[in-house]
């Protein structure tokens, strides 16, 4: 069974960093292209990074480039997201969602809340 | 950056009848690869989104044959035959032919 579990979520002061993580399991991770998808409170879907299987290929929205680092570790089955600089409007559940050959969204994590205020 | 609009964005339905929800990109969806990337995905609520339909027309692994994609190009839709009780919750349409991903606004399907 395809699992995916978030970690690492939780309340950070604005400027602060906060470092996610996503557990894979069921399938062989460094196979699949990785994503991280964000929902801020009573908002929508919000694609923010992904990564190629090798982990070679990146990219970012422009929301978070610059601030946030997308990364893999395939002998971990392991995918991350390094938070910095974090602000207000980014206080949001953050989901891990694997990638299918169709370029589809087909497992996501049951996400992790980040809450960035003073 | 590719928009895309769906419409409704709310859709009260009765229980056994149909709904129907339109997505339409600000550009084409194909790919240079001649595949559209189009998917929709179910949000119930308290719930990570779900996916139904890939690539226009696909229903994934376990989805319902009462949930149908077709479209093309830039217009694209989803339909549910006989809406029950657990198909209340977000819909979304999702693009994955260019970055960045981008996802419709969601259309919240209720039941009258």
Not at chain 1, 64 to 87: E, P
Not at chain 2, 54 to 83: C, E, H, M, Q
Request: charged share 15%; hydrophobic share 35%.
């Amino acid at each position: 069974e395809v699992q995916l579990v978030e970690s690492g979520g939780g309340l950070v002061q604005p400027g602060g960093s906060l470092r996610l993580s996503c557990a894979a399991s069921g399938f062989t991770f460094s196979s699949y292209e990785m994503n991280w998808v964000r929902q801020a409170p009573g908002k929508g879907l919000e694609w923010i990074a992904y990564i190629s299987r090798s982990g070679s290929t990146i990219y970012y929205a422009d929301s978070v480039k610059g601030r946030f680092t997308i990364s893999r570790d395939n002998a971990k089955n392991s995918l991350y997201l390094q938070m910095n600089s974090l602000r207000a409007e980014d206080t949001a559940v953050y989901y891990c969602a694997r990638l299918s050959e169709a370029r589809a969204y087909d497992y996501w994590g049951q996400g992790t809340l980040v809450i960035v205020s003073s | 950056d590719i928009v895309m609009t769906q419409t409704p964005l709310s859709s009260p339905v009765t229980l056994g009848q149909p709904a129907s929800i339109s997505c339409r990109s600000s550009q084409s969806l194909v790919h240079s690869d001649g595949n559209t990337y189009l998917s929709w995905l179910q949000q119930r609520p308290g719930q990570p989104p779900r996916l139904l339909i890939y690539k226009i027309s696909n229903r994934f692994s376990g989805v319902p044959d009462r949930f149908s994609g077709s479209g093309a190009g830039t217009d694209f839709t989803l339909k549910i035959s006989r809406v029950e009780a657990e198909d209340v919750g977000v819909y979304y349409c999702t693009q994955a032919t260019q970055f960045p991903r981008t996802f419709g606004q969601g259309t919240k399907v209720e039941i009258k």
